[in-house]
């Protein structure tokens, strides 16, 4: 099917604001909006977007697709298209823009480090671990840095939330020595947290899910 | 100019392990073309192998490896690699890495194929991606310097050893010489020289034509792995790990067709034979719609499937619009996995003076013919560690390298006039997308899982004329930031070189081995074969040698399954 895409370009060499540009593209319903963009790139090949994997699981491909981030890769375009044509695609907000849809990733990084973001083992863990709690660090921890739920945050300049994410995980895990004591250190308030948490699933890309029982135990 | 004493390139599970490993001792920086958790290692789903049961052995590993390997392994490296093994992911786990446990509390073990035991250390089917992640939290720990989204153009050389690199920075749209002591190259490999391949878009072989034009040397080129199970169409992989949990294969009547090709393993047996299996199967008509066959979970349960395979089951309903856990998966091979590259020795050490490999780039051949599923996840681990323990303990006592202010500046005003300055190509019809869509397409038409002397020539011959299309080609120009025209006509580039040296290899090895398959040569022939192929650069093109396998405790034999 022939898909109009109207995507923003920014050239700050060139541009003093971002602007659309349209293209038609010739795909098919299950195909990605990923695969969408890679196909207007062969018409312009100066139009500038990350990609790695094309699976869903680097985080490369992020932007604003209709209004939303979400991962290109993992949107298809007959959902695209189905809230109606054109498709449009724009760099994730709350970022800085640099290029067409690149956005400045430094600083998100560069957040993760506030919250100790390692592994400090305890001393006397012993190499063991119930399969259930195993399988409780598993879900929090395939996090892809992907900076969606960052870019859909109003409040995400001071709670960061996939720093957030990996401090919760990492107050979960057995081996730390840190562990609950983690929520606090944090210095979000935990109402905060918990309406962060409950809203996660629904804004992350992978559906990261973390029970608030990690909460209570912080606090107490 | 910046200096560091070592130099890492690439920030996968090879390069972070690497820079682990030197963080400390000698100064050390990671440059990756992708952020470090952006590596195609994340996206590994099925395992590390290591031998942690007390009922499994070194010895079966090591001989599990040799076997898969069709005899072409080095046994001196792959007993490296077993026997560092377990150490490494006892490292991992203390490092954090949320292993998959068993009902005892230790870490759980699954199936790959060609295993005689189940020995793939795991975490559900997100394995390569919590390891990758790990690292680099310890990376941030370390305080360890990274250059994201910077590009090794070239391996700078004076007087026969090596003293730093070209880089050009995507963000800035300006090159940069990095100068070092010691390079190691973690670069991955270089699926996307096939149309069909399950690797992402960064896999451009980089690393192994930059070294090669460095003058490394490049071994085995011409074992390609092809993956058996990838998503019908999109090729996205279906991890091993599906049969490992007890998947069964059926063609378009129904049949559990492995029965016919490896009555004692099924579908577990190694990757090479489930692939021909498939290829067969679809070739002689009992493919779905001629195209495809289904792996079928549908008997394992929905549990199950949640719980050790949520990605596949993620990846099949998105990508193929089918839940697995109550519909079989359309599938077909596709290129995976490269088992040559620049050629190493157990320390990551090639033979250019100051440059290391490790990881998918290198060619330590612990895989030799055939790669078994697990075994290069922990590739990526030990050797990786290994260079980086290397690096360290030579780099500070090294001197920094000479250089004559002229080799510099001739590579700089080279790159400078390819990169920065308007197009001296004369414009022309054709474009950088069509030569590699003709590339990829020869390469999985006619240098795939069966190959013929004539379509094997015939590629090399088109090839060729690709080489000479690519000469004349505009570059896209420069400068501005994030100009992916421009690095995808490099790695156009690079593909290029490495394709014709798969497709001549592929043609000059008259046997099947492993991976290597010809229908006018179905048997394996030790009496002439049973050799590695060096490849080097010579102004007339690639050259090729023959090299020797290092044999130590199994002697070859046939390997039936
Ligand atoms: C889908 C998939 C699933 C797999 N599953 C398994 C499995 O379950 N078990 C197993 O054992 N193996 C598996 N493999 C194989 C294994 O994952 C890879 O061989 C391994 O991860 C390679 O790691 P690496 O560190 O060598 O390279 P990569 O992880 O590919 O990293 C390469 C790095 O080099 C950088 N780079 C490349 N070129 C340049 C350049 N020019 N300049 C700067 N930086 C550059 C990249 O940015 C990246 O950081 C799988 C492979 C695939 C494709
Ligand atoms: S929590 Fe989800 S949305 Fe946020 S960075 Fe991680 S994967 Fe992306
Ligand atoms: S390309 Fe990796 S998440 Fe989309």
Redesign the pocket.
């Known amino acids: 099917m022939d898909v109009v895409l109207k995507i923003s370009r920014f050239d700050p060499g060139m541009d003093t604001a971002p602007r659309f540009q349209r293209f038609v593209v010739g795909v098919e319903p299950n195909q990605t909006v990923l695969d969408a963009l890679l196909c207007a790139w062969r018409q312009d090949i100066g139009l500038s977007f990350r990609r790695s994997c094309r699976?869903a699981i680097c985080g490369s491909c992020a932007v604003r697709i209709n209004g939303r981030p979400a991962l290109a890769c993992q949107t298809l375009m007959e959902k695209a298209v189905a809230e109606g044509e054109p498709v449009t695609i724009e760099p994730l907000p709350h970022f800085k823009l640099l290029k067409d849809l690149v956005v400045d990733l430094e600083p998100f990084f560069e957040s993760l480090k506030a919250v100790v973001p390692w592994l400090i083992l305890r001393e006397d863990y012993g190499g063991r671990m119930s399969p259930e709690v195993a399988r409780s660090l598993e879900h929090p921890a395939t996090c892809i840095l992907c900076g969606v739920c960052e870019a859909d945050s109003e409040t995400s300049e001071t709670l960061h939330p996939a720093g957030l994410v990996k401090a919760l995980r990492l107050a979960r895990d057995p081996r730390d020595a840190l562990g609950a004591h983690r929520i606090r250190l944090l210095q979000v308030p935990v109402e905060v947290l918990r309406l962060f948490v409950r809203e996660l699933p629904d804004k992350c890309p992978k559906g990261i899910e973390i029970t608030d029982d990690i909460l209570r135990r912080g606090v107490t | 100019m910046i200096m560091h004493e070592v130099l890492i390139?690439?920030?996968?599970?090879?390069?972070?392990m690497a820079a682990m490993n030197v963080s400390g001792k000698a100064d050390a920086a990671v440059?990756?073309?992708?952020y470090?958790t952006?590596?195609?290692?994340?996206?590994?789903?099925?395992?590390?192998?290591a031998v942690m049961g007390e009922d499994d052995s070194i010895e079966a590993h090591v001989f599990d490896t040799v076997k898969g390997s069709d005899y072409l392994g080095d046994q001196e490296a792959i007993e490296v690699l077993c026997s560092d093994g377990p150490r490494v992911i006892l490292d991992l786990e203390r490092m954090g890495v949320p292993w998959t446990r068993a009902e005892d509390g230790r870490i759980a073990q699954r199936s790959?194929g060609g295993a005689g035991f189940p020995r793939?250390c795991?975490a559900a089917d997100f394995?390569?991606h919590v390891v990758?992640h790990t690292l680099y939290e310890q990376a941030l720990k370390r305080g360890v310097k990274t250059y994201p989204e910077?590009?090794?153009?070239e391996i700078l050389v004076d007087k026969g050893r090596v003293f730093g690199a070209v880089?050009y920075d995507l963000a800035r749209a300006r090159l940069e010489v990095i100068r070092a002591k010691r390079i190691v190259l973690?670069?991955?490999?270089y699926?996307r020289a096939f149309l069909k391949t399950?690797?992402?878009h960064?896999?451009?072989g980089?690393?192994m034509a930059?070294a090669y034009r460095a003058g490394a040397v490049l071994s085995d080129m011409e074992f390609v792995q092809f993956?058996p199970t990838t998503l019908y169409g999109t090729n996205?992989?279906i991890?091993?790990?599906a049969r490992g949990e007890g998947g069964y294969l059926r063609n378009a009547l129904g049949e559990r067709f492995m029965a016919e090709y490896a009555p004692g393993k099924m579908e577990l047996a190694p990757r090479d034979v489930v692939a021909r299996a498939i290829f067969k199967e679809i070739k002689e008509g009992r493919g779905f719609e001629g195209h495809y066959v289904h792996l079928d979970l549908t008997h394992l349960g929905e549990r199950l499937v949640a719980e050790r395979l949520p990605q596949v089951r993620d990846l099949a309903i998105r990508y193929s619009g089918v839940d697995p856990a109550r519909v079989p998966m359309p599938i077909e091979p596709a290129q995976?996995?490269s088992m040559g590259g620049v050629r190493t020795d157990v320390w990551g050490m090639t033979g250019l003076e100051g440059l290391m490999a490790?990881?998918?780039?290198?060619n330590v051949s612990v895989h030799g013919a055939n790669?078994l599923?697990?075994?290069?996840?922990?590739?990526?681990v030990v050797f990786?560690a290994r260079a980086g323990r290397k690096a360290a303990e030579l780099a500070p006592g090294e001197p920094w390298p000479d250089v004559s202010s002229n080799t510099v500046k001739d590579a700089l005003d080279r790159w400078n006039r390819l990169c920065l300055a308007p197009s001296a190509h004369s414009r022309s019809d054709d474009d950088q997308f069509a030569v590699r869509r003709e590339m990829a397409t020869i390469m999985t038409n006619q240098v795939g899982v069966f190959r013929t002397g004539v379509e094997l020539e015939d590629a090399v011959a088109r090839l060729e004329g690709l080489r000479k299309r690519y000469r004349d080609l505009p570059v896209p120009v420069g400068p501005q930031p994030f100009n992916y025209g421009l690095m995808d006509y490099i790695e156009v580039g690079h593909l290029l070189d490495l394709s014709e040296i798969i497709a001549r290899g592929a043609l000059a090895r008259r046997e099947s081995r492993g991976a290597h398959y010809r229908l006018d040569f179905p048997q394996r022939d030790d009496r002439n074969w049973l050799h590695h192929t060096f490849a080097h650069t010579t102004d007339r093109g690639p050259e090729f040698s023959a090299g020797p396998v290092s044999i130590t405790r199994f002697q070859p034999q046939e390997r039936g399954y």
């Open positions: 699976s | 390139v690439g920030g996968g599970l090879a390069g972070l440059l990756s073309k992708v470090p952006r590596s195609h290692s994340g996206a590994a789903q099925g395992g590390f192998n790959l793939a795991f394995s390569g990758l910077w590009h090794l153009l880089i973690a670069t991955g490999g699926g399950t690797n992402g960064a896999n451009t980089d690393g930059i993956h996205i992989l991890s091993e790990a995976h996995y490790a990881g998918e780039v290198a790669r599923g697990g075994n290069s996840l922990l590739e990526t990786g």
